[in-house]
């Protein structure tokens, strides 16, 4: 499969970041994920850049994470790089998928073109994007793939060896914390940097191991 590959325009500090998660984080006042669909659901929810409180609406559970999203949607992480000008600024709004999905066409075909085109329309300029399960992993494949056919140059961070991303940065950690795990803001923020220098750093597609 012919992997999709854009270069970005500006340089990390000058870039505005968006967030793309398949790990089912939303807002608390927003409708839970359908996890009882057995196609999937494929709809997203808009999170935005000034988000306090988040949850959300997984099958697959993990100690702690309630407690600390960031583990999955690194939301105060990227906060915190544009704060230390390590990033430009951050997209006004993000967004989250269901990655437990059996059948990718309404995401394929709908819901994850929309999404490329409100953070084209946002001025994004680049998208890392975070997947919590294993199945999570292949819709974010897709997810990925789609965003960057659209002109957004994308990294994935993952928690599987082989998956075919434009730029995966691969993480020794276990599923639902590819930022590391809860509570560790300082790892979170390592995990971060040094997935986000594969914008720059990868010339072509390809999976580069962190820590």
């Known amino acids: 499969m012919m992997v999709p590959f854009v270069r970005p325009r500006k340089p990390l ?26 196609l999937g659901d494929c709809s997203y929810r808009e999170i935005p850049s000034d988000a306090g409180e988040l949850t959300w609406t997984h099958a697959y559970h993990a100690p702690g994470r309630e407690g600390d999203l ?33 059948d990718h066409g309404p995401l394929e075909e709908d819901t994850a073109p929309e999404v490329a ?12 994007l975070t997947p919590s399960c294993p199945l999570c992993h292949r819709s974010v494949e897709l997810v990925s793939s789609i965003l960057e056919e659209s002109g957004l140059p994308t990294v994935t961070l993952s928690m599987e060896d082989g998956v075919e991303a434009p730029r995966v940065a691969r993480v020794p950690f276990p599923y639902n914390m590819p930022l590391g795990p809860p509570g ?3 790892l979170h923020r390592r995990v971060a940097l040094g997935a986000l220098g594969l914008l720059h750093g990868l010339e072509a597609p390809g999976e580069v191991p962190l820590l």
């Open 184 to 186: 560790d803001r300082e």
């Open 117 to 128: 085109r409100k953070l084209l329309a946002d001025g994004a300029d680049a998208v890392l």
């Open 70 to 102: 960031d583990a999955v949607f690194p939301l105060w992480t990227a906060r915190r790089l544009v704060s230390e000008g390590r990033v430009g600024g951050l997209s006004p709004r993000h967004f989250s998928f269901m990655g437990a999905i059996h």
């Open 13 to 38: 500090e000058r870039c505005r970041l968006a967030l793309v998660t398949t790990g089912g984080v939303h807002l608390p006042g927003q409708p839970p994920f359908d996890i009882d669909d057995p």
